[in-house]
């Protein structure tokens, strides 16, 4: 059974600075990868979306990569805003099955 | 154009008593999925649509859960006898088909509380 995980739980960072977060799977036997922000109370928005034959994809202030074979990917944040406080969560859609695998998330906190 | 929603937003019923949540996905998406979500733990998969294809129906947790999805589009989550370690957000999403090239989009989900 695929397993996700992302690090970490939560993080807070100063307005302006540039930040990672990590996720990682077990199986490296995907179909695409999934970033997505969740706001309190709120359901999940998309936010890239990488097909597993692909290595990054960008959106604005967004770039997420995707190693494969090491079983990682990251978002990269440049500048961060308050914002994008929020709770980020990465989805796995492995080759097999029906659902996708989700990590716990990491709760980001932007600081005025 | 509009998303996923669902309804209700905040369901609070007692122990013992049957829900319905209710989830209309976004026109033309063919996909529908069904998710939980419990406090701190991660999304949990319940059970996944596709066109007229007979759902996936591996995750949900009992026979207590049931859904259904109308005319390949609205769909309805019913738990039966509900108890207490079923109080949740439920939260369905919908892709444009089930070839997973495209992205799913979320509902804002309901919040059931078991009593």
């Known amino acids: 059974k695929q397993e996700v995980t992302q690090i970490p739980a939560a993080l807070s960072v100063p307005e302006g600075e540039n930040l990672v977060l990590n996720c990682s799977f077990t199986?490296?036997?995907?179909?695409?990868l999934q970033w997505f922000r969740q706001d309190p109370g709120k359901g999940l928005t998309s936010l890239l979306l990488?097909?597993?034959?692909?290595r990054e994809q960008t959106s604005g202030r967004l770039n997420a990569s995707l190693d494969k074979s090491s079983g990682r990917s990251t978002l990269y944040i440049a500048a961060s805003q308050p914002g994008d406080s929020a709770t980020y969560l990465c989805a796995v859609d492995p080759n097999t099955g029906n659902q996708f695998y989700f990590g716990t998330g990491t709760s980001l906190t932007v600081i005025p | 154009g509009a998303g996923v929603s669902q309804s209700p937003s905040n369901k609070v019923t007692e122990k013992g008593k049957d829900v319905e949540l209710r989830c209309d996905p976004i026109s033309g998406h063919t996909a529908l999925y069904w998710y939980r979500q419990s406090l701190g733990q991660g999304l949990e998969f319940l059970i996944y649509f596709q066109g007229n294809s007979a759902p996936d129906k591996s995750g949900l947790p009992s026979d207590r859960f049931s859904a259904e999805r109308t005319g390949g589009s609205v769909s309805t989550l019913t738990i039966q006898r509900t108890q207490q370690e079923d109080s949740a957000v439920y939260l369905c999403?919908?892709?444009?088909?089930?070839?997973?090239?495209?992205?799913?989009?979320f509902g804002p989900g309901t919040r059931l509380t078991v009593t």
């Open positions: 199986d490296s036997a995907i179909y695409n």
């Open positions: 999403a919908s892709s444009l088909d089930g070839t997973r090239a495209y992205e799913q989009y």
């Open positions: 990488i097909q597993s034959s692909q």
